[in-house]
């Protein structure tokens, strides 16, 4: 079921939308499946082989992710525990792979056309998201987005899950100290030129 919540006040993207225009997003080359452009996952991730953990982009980005927690903090009104930001990315139609329930889905930026196309059920159609966030079951419908032109942006919160790998992890937070952004993974103080433990690097040091 997809629902429609308030229009979203333009002045609340402003420190996201800085930060995006002064330090643009990596292109992803991963989501081959979906699209292509710059988009990055911020929050909880899946890592091959290993448990889920929080995305290297929170602690190499932790005002950007500050920033979105905030958002999030005053709009978005789901359960989630990753968001993935995209700027200017061209959505092909797929389905949102590991997310589970609903998403919360928003566009913003300087540009006309972009919007979402659901592709089937009754949710079928054209949907202006524009500062309009839109909430449903993205993994459950074919979605994509129109073609626009300027510089768009937009903002997924959703649950990540994997029914093999349960994500138990201590809560995530971004704390101003010593004049800089820190990204903290419960208590634990994640340093942008060493990021998260790794068994490989443990056993490389034996």
């Not at 903090?73 to 590991?98: C, E, G, L, M, W």
Request: contains cysteine; proline residues 6%; hydrophobic residues 30%.
């Amino acid at each position: 079921m997809k629902e429609k919540k308030m229009e979203v006040p333009l002045d609340a993207f402003d420190d996201i939308y800085s930060e995006l225009t002064k330090n643009p997003l990596a292109v992803n080359r991963y989501r081959k499946h979906s699209g292509e452009g710059r988009s990055q996952a911020f929050g909880v991730v899946g890592r091959r082989c290993l448990p889920p953990d929080y995305s290297r982009q929170c602690w190499l980005r932790p005002k950007l992710y500050k920033h979105l927690l905030d958002f999030a903090d005053k709009y978005v009104d789901i359960s989630f525990n990753a968001i993935t930001v995209n700027q200017n990315y061209k959505s092909i139609p797929h389905r949102d792979k590991h997310n589970i329930g609903n998403s919360y889905l928003i566009s913003f930026g300087n540009f006309t056309g972009g919007n979402l196309t659901i592709h089937e059920s009754d949710l079928s159609g054209s949907h202006d998201i524009k500062h309009k966030p839109v909430v449903t079951d993205f993994s459950k419908v074919l979605h994509s987005v129109e073609d626009w032109s300027g510089n768009r942006f937009s903002l997924v919160f959703y649950q990540y899950h994997l029914p093999n790998k349960p994500v138990n992890l201590p809560a995530p937070s971004v704390r101003y100290e010593d004049g800089i952004y820190k990204f903290y993974r419960g208590d634990e103080y994640i340093d942008k030129k060493v990021g998260l433990p790794h068994p490989l690097k443990k056993s490389q040091k034996n």
